[in-house]
């Protein structure tokens, strides 16, 4: 059975999350939906990481066995085709290797949060952006993110639900950037790691924008990070305004030479 791998963009707004569930929409279930209007029968596919619900992708990458040799940029043009109207697209479709694995192989996870500061509410862009009413510090908020790269354990940053065997993880960036906007600021949080604890990204990002907003200092965030406890984190972000940015593979699996 030939393998393929899709890059998966989505607005996560309608679904309880990336995986299938029985009596929820998942994005997991429109594309294995999608599969069985191509090939009938049961579909499983396996993908780089589990989004929750609401939590978006421009670059979410999975992989599915058909029995067919799809010709890929078909394959893809058939699968968007049967998503409809669901807000889930195949950018890109690869054949490879029996045993690459959308998971396993990967090397890397990249997210971007996007929070605004603004006073008045969202409107095309709603669902798209966590909004907050203040101003907030962006140097400071970059302060406090400093603190939390490299090898840490992260266990204070862990959802209480969180399945990960350990708490330790290597943090390889946490950048906080400045876009101006003509009604109000934006700011946009860019996290790289081989791998994430549930919930992670957004315990970060809620917890800088509490030292953004002056109620912490950045070193709060380095005592809250020793104290190796979840009750020492931040509020948790929204999950409006994350986004599964990239996964990066030793080699890509969508370049075309």
Known sequence: MPRFALLVEYHGAPFAGWQRQRDQPSVQGAI??????????????????????????????AHC????????????????????????????????????????DAIERQYLFRLIARRAPLTSEAGQLWRVN???????????????????????????????????????????????????????????????????????????????AGAWTPDDVGAALAAKDRSACGPVSPPQGLYLAAVRYPTNPFDPA
């Open 134 to 212: 203040h101003t907030l510090d962006a140097a400071a908020m970059q302060a406090g993110a400093d603190q939390l790269i490299g090898q840490h354990d992260f266990t204070t940053f862990r959802s209480s639900i969180c399945q990960a065997q350990s708490p330790v993880k290597t943090l390889d960036e946490l950048q906080v950037e400045v876009v101006p906007r003509s009604v109000g600021t934006e700011y946009r949080f860019y996290v790289r790691a081989r791998s994430f604890l549930h919930n992670q990204v957004r315990s970060f990002v809620g917890t800088l924008e509490r030292v953004g």
């Open 32 to 61: 294995e939906a999608a599969l069985a209007k191509l090939e009938p029968g049961e579909h499983t596919i396996a993908a780089a990481g589990r989004t929750d619900a609401g939590v978006h992708a421009k670059g979410q990458v």
């Open 65 to 104: 066995d058909l029995a067919r040799d799809w010709d890929p940029f078909r394959l893809s043009e058939a699968l968007n085709f049967h998503l409809k109207p669901d807000p889930v697209a195949i950018v890109a479709c690869a054949q490879v290797a029996d045993d690459w694995h959308a998971r396993f």
